[in-house]
């Protein structure tokens, strides 16, 4: 059985009260003495006392813990590097700060009145969020901090914002490839982040970067595929396909690269790829990915930390926190073969 308080006071002669002023700093108007304070530390050790934080937290109504709502969570190091820098970020500032993170995998419908108020966590980090009405309004009736992480400015409740530049990064890719020669450009992107705020932004964005470019418009130029072999064959047989791709993520442009190789279409001397992220990972490709690069790490400790000074009634003044982002030019691009595929 536990260890308590009253169970250290019996044992050093003292009383309860004495106990918290010592080993928890309780109790302003307590009076203790050294040698007192001296022995009810030992006592403490001897009887391998431990200080019950779930009941303090009770009493405090903190849990020192954050919520991240993640609801596609993807393996970590499998086909890309951005769930590890993510984390990298997030961890970073909570650990600092020794914050606990538990990962969520939905914003609402964990409890009966949703995840935000159920009193588990402190506050919330939302990774990836979707402004559907309900979480909207979930969010608008929290009682606890939320920050939202990938979610562009001036959409969505009235939180703290963390997001790339989304439409330099499809200017730079969608320049960089009219530069090699490229006159039909598609964009790819999963079916889930079709319905995210981010998902949305980066398709605008890709489709000012042609319009400014001047490019053709071709039918299919947005395709919503989680990538398999199949369909990768089908647009590589139209008679306007694309000769590069822009790719939502560097996971999806990675799983590309695979299917390409497995179908003899030659990367990127019959179809260039670009990728979203560039973390460390795109260096270890076939061919290494050419790729938008966002600071994630960065942006996930700025987020956090901001979540964690807005818990501790620090609010942040400002709502939007843009991150400017880069294209990292490797081997997955190069000029269009003048012939045709097949």
């Not at 490709?285 to 987020?303: F, G, K």
Request: aromatic letters at 8%; proline letters at 4%; one cysteine or more.
């Amino acid at each position: 059985m536990a260890t308590t308080i009253r169970d250290v006071a019996e044992a050093a002669g003292v009383s309860a009260m004495a106990v918290s002023k010592v080993l928890h700093g309780k109790g302003a108007n307590v009076r203790v003495g050294a040698e007192t304070a001296e022995t009810i530390r030992r006592v403490a050790n001897e009887l391998h006392y431990q200080p019950n934080r779930l009941a303090r937290s009770f009493r405090q109504q903190k849990t020192h813990t954050i919520g991240l709502v993640f609801s596609h969570f993807g393996r970590i190091g499998e086909l890309d590097g951005y769930f590890a820098a993510f984390l990298n970020g997030v961890m970073s500032a909570t650990f600092q700060s020794e914050y606990g993170l538990t990962i969520c995998p939905k914003l609402v419908k964990l409890s009966a009145n949703g995840v935000i108020n159920d009193g588990r966590f402190d506050g919330l980090l939302w990774c990836k969020p979707d402004y559907s009405v309900q979480s909207a309004e979930s969010i608008e009736r929290s009682e606890i901090p939320i920050v939202m992480m990938h979610a562009p400015a001036n959409q969505g409740p009235n939180v703290p914002r963390f997001c790339c530049d989304n439409d330099l990064g499809l200017k730079l890719a969608v320049e960089h490839l009219v530069e090699l020669g490229h006159k039909r450009i598609g964009f790819v992107m999963d079916e889930f982040n079709r319905s995210t705020a981010e998902g949305r932004a980066r398709i605008a964005g890709y489709r000012t970067a042609v319009a400014e470019s001047h490019l053709e418009s071709f039918d299919g130029d947005v395709l919503f595929w989680d990538i398999d072999r199949s369909k990768l064959d089908q647009m590589m047989t139209k008679e306007q396909r694309p000769t590069a791709l822009i790719v939502f993520s560097e996971r999806q442009a990675v799983s590309i690269l695979r299917e390409a190789e497995a179908l003899g279409i030659s990367v990127p001397e019959d179809l260039s790829v670009v990728g979203f992220d560039s973390t460390a990972f795109c260096d270890t490709t076939r061919p290494r990915l050419t790729a938008i690069s966002q600071p994630i790490e960065q942006m996930a400790y700025d987020a956090t930390n901001v979540l964690i000074s807005n818990i501790e009634g620090n609010p942040s003044p400002s709502r939007s926190f843009i991150y400017p982002c880069g294209l990292d030019i490797r081997e997955s691009t190069a000029r269009p073969r003048i012939s045709v595929l097949r």
